[in-house]
C-alpha cells in the first residue's frame, strides 16, 4: 500500500501568520489520466472531517483561498496564508490513486 | 440535502462481529461515478481508511483489514452495510461512513459512530 507521511505532526501558529503542511508519498500519485490523486482534509476539534482540496490544488466547494495545494508526485503541500482561529484541527493528507486509499498520520494545528 | 448516519451497537465483546450501517439520504447510491467509503479513527489517533463501495457495486478494502471487512449496499434502502470479524480491543473507534463523488472526493462524512470493544 502506498504510504503517506506528513510533517510536521503538530504546529503552532499566530493568527495572521502563513502556515505549511508537508505530505510524501511513497509511490508517485500522478495516474495515467494524467490527474494526481492528492487530497487534504481537515477535522476541526469534535467535528467529522471536511474536504478542502482535491486532485492537489483544486479548492473544495466553499474553502478558503486562504487555503492552497501543491505538489507533484510524490510531494505536496497544504499552505494557509493567514491563518485565523477557525482553522485549528487536524490536516490529513490522503492519496486516492490506488484502490486502497490511505491516509496521511495528521497534522495538528494549534493557534498560539 | 445530503445526510449520511451511520448506526450500530456501541459496544461489542472480542471475536464477535460488528455491522454497521449507514443511511444516506439527498441522493441514491445508483447515482453515476458516486460511492461511500468506510473511515474508522481510534480515539486520539489518526484517520484510518477500511473499504468503499461503488454505485456500480466495485468493492475495495484496506489490505490489513481485508480478510475481515465485507462491504454491500441495498439501493433501495439506501444503506450501505460494513461488517467486521472477530472484533478486538484495538478495532475500538469512532466509524464513519461518508459519500465519495466522481470517483474520488469524500465530500460529506455522517458523524460517526463510537465503537468500542470490551467483554
Known amino acids: 500500500d502506498i504510504v503517506m507521511t506528513q510533517t510536521p505532526l503538530s504546529l503552532s501558529v499566530t493568527p495572521g501568520q502563513p502556515a505549511s503542511i508537508s505530505c510524501k508519498s511513497s509511490?508517485?500519485?500522478?495516474?495515467?489520466?494524467?490527474?494526481?490523486?492528492l487530497y487534504w482534509y481537515l477535522q476541526k476539534p469534535g467535528q467529522s472531517p471536511q474536504l478542502l482540496i482535491y486532485e492537489v490544488s483544486s479548492r473544495f466547494s466553499g474553502v478558503p483561498d486562504r487555503f492552497s495545494g501543491s505538489g507533484s508526485g510524490t510531494d505536496f503541500t497544504l499552505k494557509i496564508s493567514r491563518v485565523e482561529a477557525e482553522d485549528v484541527g487536524v490536516y490529513y493528507c490522503m492519496q486516492g490513486i490506488h484502490l486502497r486509499w490511505t491516509f496521511g498520520q495528521g497534522t495538528k494545528v494549534e493557534i498560539k | 440535502q445530503v445526510t449520511l448516519k451511520e448506526s450500530g451497537p456501541v459496544l461489542v465483546k472480542p471475536t464477535e462481529t460488528l455491522t454497521l450501517t449507514c443511511t444516506v439520504s439527498g441522493f441514491s447510491l445508483s447515482n453515476a461515478r458516486m460511492g461511500v467509503s468506510w473511515i474508522r479513527q481510534p480515539p486520539g489517533k489518526a484517520l484510518e481508511w477500511l473499504a468503499h463501495i461503488f454505485s456500480n457495486d466495485e468493492k475495495s478494502y484496506s489490505t490489513s483489514l481485508k480478510s475481515r471487512l465485507t462491504i454491500s449496499k441495498d439501493t433501495s434502502k439506501s444503506q450501505v452495510v460494513l461488517t467486521m470479524t472477530n472484533m478486538d480491543p484495538v478495532d475500538t473507534a469512532t466509524y464513519y461512513c461518508?459519500?465519495?463523488?466522481?470517483?474520488?472526493?469524500?465530500?460529506?462524512w455522517g458523524q460517526g459512530t463510537l465503537v468500542t470493544v470490551s467483554s
Open positions: 509511490q508517485s500519485l500522478l495516474h495515467s489520466d494524467g490527474k494526481t490523486y
Open positions: 461518508a459519500r465519495i463523488l466522481r470517483w474520488e472526493l469524500l465530500d460529506y
